[in-house]
């Protein structure tokens, strides 16, 4: 399992909050701090929004972890430090991915029945065999969605 791949997991409406921050800040907790500060520019991560159980894009980390002066709050959560981020492929409403379509094909997923307990948490490491798929499968809607038209 290689270090560098994650799988980010937000709400929601925070990920459409994020997606339009023009400071492209994804804000980490002092929990995580130590997990995340070995990702460097250029990796990428793929996101998951809870709520709806699915895959909705692909971002890259522009700048590593950094600590704020001043914490800040989203959604009543507290966060010290950021990840700059270049959100490379945002899938619309109609081009998500179900987490249920691809359960028997992840490492982390294969043969749980309840598969959601691990996504209670902000991040998730995968294998490099989970990661490819996800990104494979991320890139193929993309490419879907730019040729249908997009729709929010």
């Known amino acids: 399992m290689s270090g560098s791949n994650y799988l980010f997991i937000t709400k929601p409406t925070t990920w459409e909050r994020l997606v339009k921050d023009p400071n492209k800040f994804w804000p980490v907790n002092a929990r995580n701090s130590r997990t995340l500060s070995g990702l460097e520019k250029g990796n990428e991560i793929i996101i998951y929004l809870t709520q709806k159980s699915v895959i909705a894009g692909i971002a890259e980390v522009t700048e590593e972890l950094k600590g704020t002066n001043k914490p800040f709050i989203i959604a009543g959560d507290i966060y010290e430090y950021y990840l700059t981020m270049n959100y490379k492929f ?4 109609n081009h998500l991915i179900p987490m249920k379509s691809v359960l028997n094909e992840l490492d982390i997923t294969k043969g749980l029945k309840n598969w959601g307990a691990g996504f209670q948490r902000s991040n998730r490491r995968l294998s ?6 996800l990104k494979e499968k991320i890139i193929n809607n993309f490419e879907k969605q ?3 038209g997009t729709t929010d």
């Open 128 to 133: 490099d065999s989970d990661f490819r798929l």
């Open 146 to 148: 730019s040729t249908e």
């Open 90 to 93: 945002i899938l619309d409403k």
